[in-house]
């Protein structure tokens, strides 16, 4: 089959791989119909290199049909319709019985101490072959696959792998009271998706940040109050047309939705891009012990939030040794919440904002449709922020 594998820094290319096979009973075998590229992909595009090998297949947002059922999978059907989750969990451990599918007992990398195993994303998370690819095998079957109807577009439910969850959850972790405010760092996918289910879900003023003409032009036809980076000197100007529009205050809640590639913070990308280009037998220790990352957009978020109020961070980041303002984090009485999103534990909430009147505007949410043969090009495009790109969505 043909798949996207990563073969160095900003280095993908699409190649022939072996076509996965049933392995354990509970796994199964789809074929992809459409397959999302992420934000987080780019963080394996450029930051997280150290932890890489060449050839791994990446991506981790697919839907497809399913072409193989191993016997411990029991509701499953060969040709069933299937939206795969980007963590594999097993459903029946603690951890996952407690909402908590990222922290699967059963799944966990416990030989680098990280939490559940995730579609193509480094050793880290169990190095398990990606998304981006003609066929694609699912560990735990008989618990990830979300059955979705014949009928919609895959535009309608592909957003189930990763980008709803994760803007459900972020916005669900900023905890926002009825008729209060948000902002929201970063319009990209997880960001602009986190504005809609804020708006839907009965926030009474959803501010969003960005730098991106694009993603600013977005957000603001869906009713959200942006703010555009390049028009303040520095961050106290932009914290403050914030706070004059909450009272003086604040917003009640922040979501970071951009992560460890913020702009800014010149010596920590200089650190970041030091450790991507060393042997990975160097750079993977200096990365897990002393890696920092960019982190303009928490500091905003910690200045901007209001006295009291949450944090959210959906935004990935793989610092071990950031520093962080703790006076003002304890000072200011501020709760944080973060981690990778719990797609089962979201899922049969999201399902029924799915419908033809579409409130979330997932049927045209993606600004690119290309083939598979065309992911080297779409990393790129994405990663530079070229052409309008904010979601690209690739069909093998």
């Given at each position: 089959?043909?798949?996207?594998t990563w073969q160095g820094k900003r280095d993908v290319r699409v190649e022939n791989v072996p076509d996965p096979t049933i392995q354990e009973p509970t796994d199964a075998v789809i074929r992809i119909t459409s397959t999302g590229l992420c934000g987080s992909d780019l963080h394996l595009?450029?930051?997280?290199?150290?932890?890489?090998?060449?050839?791994?297949?990446?991506?981790?947002?697919?839907?497809?049909?399913?072409?193989?059922?191993?016997?411990?999978?029991?509701?499953?059907?060969?040709?069933?319709?299937?939206?795969?989750?980007?963590?594999?969990?097993?459903?029946?451990?603690?951890?996952?019985?407690?909402?908590?599918?990222?922290?699967?007992?059963?799944?966990?990398?416990?030989?680098?101490?990280?939490?559940?195993?995730?579609?193509?994303?480094?050793?880290?998370?169990?190095?398990?072959?990606?998304?981006?690819?003609?066929?694609?095998?699912?560990?735990?079957?008989?618990?990830?696959?979300?059955?979705?109807?014949?009928?919609?577009?895959?535009?309608?439910?592909?957003?189930?792998?990763?980008?709803?969850?994760?803007?459900?959850?972020?916005?669900?972790?900023?905890?926002?009271?009825?008729?209060?405010?948000?902002?929201?760092?970063?319009?990209?996918?997880?960001?602009?998706?986190?504005?809609r289910v804020a708006q839907v879900q009965g926030a009474g003023q959803v501010f969003g940040v960005d730098l991106v003409p694009e993603r600013l032009r977005r957000a603001k036809a869906r009713g959200v109050e942006t703010f555009d980076l390049r028009s303040f000197?520095?961050?106290?100007?932009?914290?403050?047309?914030?706070?004059?529009?909450?009272?003086?205050?604040?917003?009640?809640?922040?979501?970071?939705?951009?992560?460890?590639?913020?702009?800014?913070?010149?010596?920590?990308?200089?650190?970041?891009?030091?450790?991507?280009?060393?042997?990975?037998?160097?750079?993977?220790?200096?990365?897990?012990?002393?890696?920092?990352?960019?982190?303009?957009?928490?500091?905003?978020?910690?200045?901007?939030?209001?006295?009291?109020?949450?944090?959210?961070?959906?935004?990935?980041?793989?610092?071990?040794?950031?520093?962080?303002?703790?006076?003002?984090?304890?000072?200011?009485?501020?709760?944080?919440?973060?981690?990778?999103?719990?797609?089962?534990?979201?899922?049969?909430?999201?399902?029924?904002?799915?419908?033809?009147?579409?409130?979330?505007?997932?049927?045209?949410?993606?600004?690119?449709?290309?083939?598979?043969?065309?992911?080297?090009?779409?990393?790129?495009?994405?990663?530079?922020?070229?052409?309008?790109?904010?979601?690209?969505?690739?069909?093998?």
């Amino acid at each position: 089959m043909r798949a996207v594998t990563w073969q160095g820094k900003r280095d993908v290319r699409v190649e022939n791989v072996p076509d996965p096979t049933i392995q354990e009973p509970t796994d199964a075998v789809i074929r992809i119909t459409s397959t999302g590229l992420c934000g987080s992909d780019l963080h394996l595009y450029e930051v997280l290199t150290p932890f890489m090998t060449p050839g791994d297949i990446l991506g981790h947002e697919p839907m497809g049909i399913v072409e193989e059922v191993g016997a411990g999978v029991p509701d499953l059907q060969v040709g069933d319709r299937v939206v795969v989750p980007f963590q594999i969990a097993c459903g029946n451990c603690w951890m996952c019985l407690t909402g908590l599918p990222t922290q699967c007992e059963t799944t966990q990398v416990q030989g680098e101490g990280m939490g559940a195993a995730l579609f193509g994303y480094t050793r880290l998370y169990g190095a398990v072959p990606g998304a981006q690819a003609e066929y694609l095998r699912v560990p735990q079957a008989q618990f990830g696959p979300i059955k979705v109807p014949e009928g919609p577009p895959d535009d309608r439910f592909v957003y189930l792998s990763d980008v709803l969850p994760t803007a459900w959850q972020a916005v669900a972790y900023a905890d926002v009271p009825k008729g209060g405010s948000i902002a929201v760092l970063g319009l990209g996918p997880i960001g602009d998706m986190a504005c809609r289910v804020a708006q839907v879900q009965g926030a009474g003023q959803v501010f969003g940040v960005d730098l991106v003409p694009e993603r600013l032009r977005r957000a603001k036809a869906r009713g959200v109050e942006t703010f555009d980076l390049r028009s303040f000197d520095d961050e106290k100007e932009l914290v403050e047309a914030i706070r004059d529009q909450t009272d003086g205050r604040g917003p009640d809640a922040v979501i970071d939705a951009v992560g460890t590639e913020a702009h800014g913070s010149a010596a920590a990308r200089l650190v970041q891009n030091a450790a991507a280009v060393l042997p990975r037998k160097i750079g993977a220790p200096i990365a897990e012990r002393f890696s920092v990352d960019r982190l303009a957009a928490l500091h905003t978020a910690i200045e901007l939030v209001r006295r009291g109020g949450t944090i959210s961070l959906s935004g990935v980041y793989g610092g071990m040794a950031d520093p962080l303002p703790l006076l003002t984090l304890f000072d200011k009485q501020i709760q944080m919440r973060m981690g990778q999103a719990n797609v089962r534990r979201w899922s049969d909430d999201i399902i029924p904002y799915l419908t033809d009147e579409d409130p979330l505007g997932v049927d045209d949410f993606a600004t690119h449709r290309v083939p598979l043969s065309e992911a080297p090009h779409a990393y790129e495009m994405f990663q530079r922020k070229q052409d309008g790109a904010v979601k690209v969505l690739m069909q093998p």
